[in-house]
């Protein structure tokens, strides 16, 4: 299984002194990063420039990029208080490694451009360039779910679990519901970013771990990205890994594999080279646009709106049903054959209970036929 960091930072210079527990390091280079990455087993990170204290945090994010391809993508970003900057957009993912844009926001300055009008103009650019943002909408969740509702064709990344980022322990998921409410919009995905950070207890961190598994039932491994952001971690970066890989009993198989590396890739179209191909994906995934027709209304034909209730759907967990239309449940189980083929498809029919789970499952493989 690859390991893949959803956020880390490099820079070479500190302008602006780094607040709160960031490591106080005038500097932090991609050598340094690397060297901490294979001691802790971790094969490659998206790189966050943080511009806010290195003005050319920009440049040598690309450059490590550029220089391990193997290694490294970017989700980049530059100046928003300069209207000259809107031309970068176009050709944004020309440059080495580029897959996305992030900002922060961390400053309430910085915010009051998201209700005043300024950053109107971003999200249909990203949108038409097909590029992901990324930002810390914990701090925004009302206008964060205002935007990718206007943008249903923007990804948008909610950062650090979407969580209170002044809280710890239970403070920290004070706004949960309201996080968990944006599984709804198929364009939002939230980064488990710095998971260790919202607990005052030592590792394995037992007090967060079931919050975030309710993040992870809401949003699913497709939609749930695990990383560090380690120059701000309490603990160790081996312990960040083992933390997903090994203390989570609801975290195991395909949806580990997804968490900890291929649902990012998939999600910000990092072409990353995967040593291995999922059984099942060259058996299903052919013959999936074919079975499409008989997919739909596949729930109806089950009688599954019987057993859901005929309320609108107010979201489709990750473990079991939670009050899902037929839709939903046909896009899940859609979605997963389409990705990971017949091992997907038996991922997606399991959480939707044994008895439905394994009647739709028939149903499928009976509408594709013999391989």
Not at 85 to 111: C, F, V
Not at 335 to 351: I, K, T
Request: proline fraction near 6%.
């Amino acid at each position: 299984m690859k390991i893949v960091d959803a956020q880390v930072h490099i820079w070479s210079q500190t302008v602006v002194p780094t607040s709160g527990l960031r490591r106080k390091v005038s500097k932090f280079t991609v050598e340094e990063l690397l060297s901490e990455m294979d001691d802790a087993g971790v094969d490659a990170a998206l790189i966050h420039p943080p511009l806010g204290w290195d003005p050319d945090a920009n440049a040598i994010a690309v450059e490590a990029a550029r220089n391990y391809p193997d290694r490294f993508s970017v989700m980049g970003q530059f100046r928003l208080d300069q209207q000259e900057n809107r031309k970068l957009i176009g050709g944004w993912r020309n440059q080495p490694g580029m897959m996305g844009l992030r900002w922060p926001l961390l400053l309430a300055e910085h915010r009051k451009w998201l209700h005043d009008g300024s950053l109107d103009w971003l999200w249909p650019a990203a949108e038409e360039e097909g590029l992901p943002i990324a930002m810390m909408g914990g701090l925004f969740l009302a206008k964060f779910r205002e935007i990718a509702e206007r943008h249903p064709h923007l990804k948008m990344i909610v950062d650090h679990c979407g969580l209170n980022r002044h809280g710890r322990d239970a403070e920290a998921f004070i706004y949960l519901d309201e996080l968990i409410a944006l599984v709804r919009l198929p364009n939002v995905a939230v980064k488990a970013i710095g998971a260790p950070h919202y607990s005052t207890q030592g590792y394995p961190f037992r007090n967060i771990q079931d919050g975030l598994h309710r993040i992870f039932d809401a949003f699913g491994p497709k939609r749930f990205f695990w990383g560090t952001d380690i120059t701000r971690m309490p603990c160790s970066y081996r312990a960040c890994v083992t933390f997903f890989t090994e203390e989570l009993p609801w975290l195991k198989d395909e949806d580990l594999e997804d968490v900890m590396s291929r649902g990012l890739c998939e999600w910000i179209g990092w072409n990353y080279k995967f040593d291995e191909v999922r059984a099942g994906r060259s058996i299903i995934c052919p013959l999936f646009a074919l079975a499409r027709p008989a997919i739909k209304g596949l729930s109806k034909a089950r009688g599954l709106g019987v057993v859901l209730g005929a309320e609108p759907a107010v979201g489709l967990g990750h473990r079991g049903v939670t009050r899902a239309s037929p839709q939903m449940i046909d896009a899940d189980i859609a979605g997963h054959a389409r990705a990971h083929g017949e091992l997907g498809l038996d991922a997606a029919v399991r959480r939707h209970g044994e008895v439905l789970g394994k009647q739709r499952r028939a149903d499928f493989l009976v509408s594709v036929g013999p391989a």
